[in-house]
T-cell receptor
Framework: AQSVSQHNHHVILSEAASLELGCNYSYGGTVNLFWYVQYPGQHLQLLLKYFSGDPLVKGIKGFEAEFIKSKFSFNLRKPSVQWSDTAEYFC?????????????FGTGTQLKVEL | GAGVSQSPSNKVTEKGKDVELRCDPI?????LYWYRQSLGQGLEFLIY????????KSGLPSDRFSAERTGGSVSTLTIQRTQQEDSAVYLC???????????????FGDGTRLSIL
């Protein structure tokens, strides 16, 4: 069965530190990849997505992610985090063949940014 | 514009009762999805609607769970004879589906927090 792994469950950073959150998936076929963010008290929002083309995708609020097909990875990065980036981050994968139309999510990474 | 609307936002009920959760998608979105998020778990897919039909029900955990969508719009998720393990946040999402050859991202509602006593 397809799975999505986010190895960091809790991350604590100081403002201006760099961020990298790992995401690996197990499916070998063609996929669409997503990062969603959930700020405290808010609903899930799309941060960025990869469908095809340039494997380095840029999203909102200075976030970017790189798709490395050979490593089945889609890690999220930000060069300098802010206190307002405190949130839970979810990686999600959609199989383009045989997967229906559903997203398979990782268990999430809780990021806390301290002043 | 209006996002995905879910009601109620919170529901507390006794074990064994039936519950209905409602989702009102973004206007014009043909695809609708139900997920649930249990404590310490990621989001778990339940069911997907394209229009009024459900081509993928693979995530429904048991026959106590059912969902319908009418008029290509509002959807209800029904849980019969609730159990304590049904306690979770139930999230609804909608999307434009496949548009211009590209799959469109899903937009999520705030969820319904269901607590079974």
């Amino acid at each position: 069965a397809q799975s999505v792994s986010q190895h960091n469950h809790h991350v604590i950073l100081s403002e201006a530190a760099s961020l990298e959150l790992g995401c690996n998936y197990s499916y070998g076929g063609t996929v669409n990849l997503f990062w969603y963010v959930q700020y405290p008290g808010q609903h899930l929002q799309l941060l960025l997505k990869y469908f095809s083309g340039d494997p380095l995708v840029k999203g909102i609020k200075g976030f970017e992610a790189e798709f490395i097909k050979s490593k089945f990875s889609f890690n999220l990065r930000k060069p300098s985090v802010q206190w307002s980036d405190t949130a839970e981050y979810f990686c999600a994968v959609k199989k383009l063949t045989g997967g229906g139309n559903k997203l398979t999510f990782g268990t999430g990474t809780q990021l806390k940014v301290e002043l | 514009g209006a996002g995905v609307s879910q009601s109620p936002s919170n529901k507390v009920t006794e074990k064994g009762k039936d519950v209905e959760l409602r989702c009102d998608p973004i206007s014009g979105h043909t695809a609708l999805y139900w997920y649930r998020q249990s404590l310490g778990q990621g989001l778990e897919f339940l069911i997907y609607f394209q229009g009024n039909s459900a081509p993928d029900k693979s995530g429904l955990p048991s026959d106590r769970f059912s969902a319908e969508r009418t008029g290509g719009s509002v959807s209800t998720l029904t849980i019969q004879r609730t159990q304590q393990e049904d306690s979770a946040v139930y999230l609804c999402a909608s999307s434009l589906g496949l548009t211009g050859g590209f799959d469109q991202p899903q937009h999520f509602g705030d969820g319904t927090r269901l607590s079974i006593l």
